[in-house]
């Protein structure tokens, strides 16, 4: 293993924030998590990088996970189980599953970061999440040196939630992931834009692959592309209120958007709030918030992830004094 001392994590996060690492090493085997338990006390994994705030230098090792490839488990004559390596790129998943007509994770096309990320928050788009699609999770737990399979319940999947930002937190190592997809597939179009875009995109018949392209074209038209302008997708979650409370909004803010969770609870695009609050399109300096989509904060060059971390408490704070709605943050803060 090379394991590498004070190098720039700036390649490794979409943010493209510029803080060292005091020790550095890509995982390309699996075999090489036993030696690396011994290494460290601290350890933090990077996959893709796409949904970290660098606030400070990171102390201890920094494991880049690189264990890709994508397998069939088995299959019957409606489902396939696939086992994706963690440090498999998302969208490839993606990409395999469309060319072979399986469905479930074509709303979920073009996502950046790993196959690892996809559990450990859940990750959803357009009406679908992760969950509804993995089987289980097969992880390497640090202190017990040994690989662990859990299956979708024991996950405790929510909404960009799971077990693993909680009980297990820094803990484990997640390793593959397999993932149910059905050749039968039931599509998913309820989602507002994708609608639409398969009609201007003059798709009569509907498959996973017209879907995921509608979705990729309408994600391109909105969020930005990290390898142009530095960010990590939604910056905050969608809130969730109860029903009284987005009654008395809705009379003062009848435009409101508003998404029904429960008989009780409506969630809300924080998006909107920031930008009622004026945050749209806002820079200084280097750091900003994106112009077409306020939940995303962005990083034009050479911003420092503190600032960034400075302008999401200022939004949270705007936010809170003018709704009353406190955001939650939607990033991993390091
Ligand atoms: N809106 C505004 N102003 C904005 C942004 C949004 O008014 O600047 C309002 C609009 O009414 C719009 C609604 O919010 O119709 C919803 O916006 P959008 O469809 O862009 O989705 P979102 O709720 O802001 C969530 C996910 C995204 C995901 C999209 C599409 C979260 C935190 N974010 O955003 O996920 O791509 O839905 O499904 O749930 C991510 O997690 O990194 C991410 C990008």
Not at 6 to 34: C, K, M, Q, W
Request: hydrophobic share 40%.
């Amino acid at each position: 293993m090379h394991l590498q001392q004070n190098i720039s994590l700036r390649p490794y996060n979409t943010f493209g924030i510029d803080v060292p690492a005091e020790f550095f090493t890509e995982l390309n085997d699996i075999d090489a998590l036993e030696e690396l338990t011994e290494l460290a006390q601290q350890k933090h994994i990077i996959g893709g990088g796409s949904n970290i705030l660098l606030t400070q230098p990171v102390k201890g090792l920094v494991i880049h996970n690189k264990l890709n490839g994508i397998t069939l488990e088995k299959e019957n004559d409606t489902h396939v189980w696939l086992r994706a390596q963690s440090g498999e790129i998302w969208h490839n998943l993606v990409l395999y599953a469309i060319n072979n007509g399986w469905g479930g994770i074509e709303n979920l096309a073009l996502i950046p970061g790993t196959v690892g990320a996809a559990p450990m928050q859940n990750i959803g788009a357009y009406g679908v999440e992760a969950r509804s699609a993995i089987e289980s999770v097969t992880f390497w737990y640090w202190n017990e040196r040994t690989l662990l399979t859990y299956n979708n319940r024991e996950c405790s999947f929510g909404y960009r939630d799971s077990i693993f930002k909680h009980r297990l937190k820094d803990k484990v190592f997640i390793a593959s992931v397999v993932f149910k997809l059905s050749k039968q597939p039931q599509y998913n179009t309820t989602y507002g834009a994708i609608k639409q875009e398969l009609e201007d995109m003059g798709v009569n018949e509907l498959s996973v692959k017209a879907i995921a392209y509608a979705v990729m074209n309408i994600r391109r038209s909105k969020l930005p592309d990290p390898a142009v302008i530095g960010n990590a997708g939604s910056f905050f979650k969608n809130p969730t209120i109860p029903i009284a409370a987005y009654q008395r909004l809705h009379s003062r803010h009848p435009t409101i958007p508003s998404y029904p969770v429960s008989k009780t609870l409506i969630k809300i695009p924080a998006g909107w709030l920031i930008e009622q609050c004026g945050w749209k399109g806002y820079r200084a300096g280097d750091m900003g918030v994106h112009t077409k989509q306020a939940l995303v904060l962005v990083n034009y060059a050479d911003a420092k992830g503190s600032e960034i971390w400075k302008l999401s408490g200022d939004i949270l704070n705007s936010v809170k004094e003018q709704f009353g709605i406190e955001l939650e943050r939607e990033v991993q803060v390091w």
